[in-house]
């Protein structure tokens, strides 16, 4: 029989314990990328590039992949459950569980909404397009209307990317696309890319007389299931370079391209993106 070890006895100064909890991730190190990578060049890509859609919505590719990402205050790292069937005739008086499918649980992103409402027209026109199928025009309320979806690879994505960092992560130095790391910290540096996803919900955003308040919209996507991209992992060189392979960048590379590893908080407070949206003030980040 195992024994039971004892009680541990140990001092919270210095050691093991200071080591241990004074390590812990925090989470307001985050950033949330939005790639070009749809699953089909012919679908919502294509849709954003309509002068139409450009003029209705106020927005382009460029906002999408430069500063859509930057305006999401709350993000979460996804995660999965597993369904199991139940069998209880293996032994007497024990039920027993065993997995048969990995179900990924849906996310919810939630982005500041910029007073040109970029940010909320992106996610507006994705959904429209996802059902836009039709050729009745509901926005002049004509007669007859029908909802007609769209083929599910023309408004999947595939570049939708949530990176967890700690505060003393270090920046990657670059060279030609080359990468070597500064130090060790590189170790502390997640990347959760998400398989197919799409806006599967948008919440009402409320308004109110009173105190003035950021509008905010949240967004639910549902996706087939996420891959995990670790940097001390030989797949985490190859993602950077897929990274770089999108041409965009921010404030000179301070987002991706050149200087990929620098933090975006580091960031913010310099970054004209936000000067209309918070007139001036402290941007409402917690800076490193």
Known sequence: ?????????????????SELFGNLSQSNFYEVYITTAWANGNGMKKFLKNPDVQKSYNLDENFVT???????????????????????????????????????????????VDNDYRSLGFFEAWMNYIAGGGQRSLANFETGYYRRLNYPDFYKHNGIYIRKFERDYKERKASDNLFTEVDSSRNKNIIYRLKNAFPKSMNSIPISYGGAEIVK???????????????NSGEYDAFVEELLSNSFSYNDGAILGTDFGINLASNLNS??????????????FTVP
């Open 66 to 112: 430069r500063s859509l990402g930057l305006l999401c205050s709350d993000a979460v790292l996804p995660a999965s459950a597993f369904a199991t069937s139940e069998v209880k005739d293996n032994f007497m008086g024990i039920n027993q569980e065993f997995a048969h499918t990995r179900l990924y649980t849906d996310i919810d992103l939630t982005f500041y």
């Open 217 to 231: 919209v949240s967004v639910t996507f549902t996706y087939d299931y996420y891959s995990v991209v670790r940097a």
């Open 271 to 284: 970054s004209s993106l936000f000067d209309g949206l918070f007139g001036g003030e402290a941007v409402p």
């Open 1 to 17: 029989m195992a024994k039971i070890p004892g009680v541990t006895n140990l001092k919270m100064s210095g050691g093991v314990p």
